[in-house]
């Protein structure tokens, strides 16, 4: 059974930047593209960022682009967020997810296999 489990969230200022990390467990991971989502209160979940098994290859939604960047440690089972810049608006429960099948960027909801439990970010102006 897949385990996925996030940590870094926590309040910052705006401008300010967090590391979120999420160890996963249970499959073997380097053979599954992983991604961050996020959901504010009262908005549906949505896509942050994806990343490729072997790391090369990442996607970004545009409200990021530029400020976070995603990365991964295949012998460590663990996926990273780096956000920088941080906005009043990035504030969200973050959740990272896997892939559905083997081998695909995560980009969408459709593409996700399973969900952590999620770290909340709070950014202060």
């Known amino acids: 059974q897949v385990q996925l489990v996030e940590s870094g969230g926590g309040l910052v200022q705006a401008g300010g930047s967090l590391r979120l990390s999420c160890a996963a467990s249970g499959r073997t991971f380097r053979t599954y593209g992983m991604g961050w989502f996020r959901q504010a209160p009262g908005k549906e979940r949505e896509f942050v960022s994806g990343?490729?098994?072997?790391?090369?290859?990442?996607v970004y939604a545009d409200s990021v682009k530029g400020r976070f960047t995603i990365s991964r440690d295949n012998t460590k089972n663990t996926v990273y967020l780096q956000m920088n810049s941080l906005k009043p608006e990035d504030t969200a429960l973050y959740y990272c997810?896997?892939?559905?099948?083997?081998?695909?960027?995560?980009?969408?909801?459709?593409?996700?296999?399973?969900w952590g439990k999620g770290t909340q970010v709070t950014v202060s102006s």
């Open positions: 990343i490729s098994v072997s790391g090369a290859s990442t």
């Open positions: 997810a896997d892939g559905r099948t083997t081998f695909r960027i995560v980009t969408t909801t459709q593409h996700v296999g399973s």
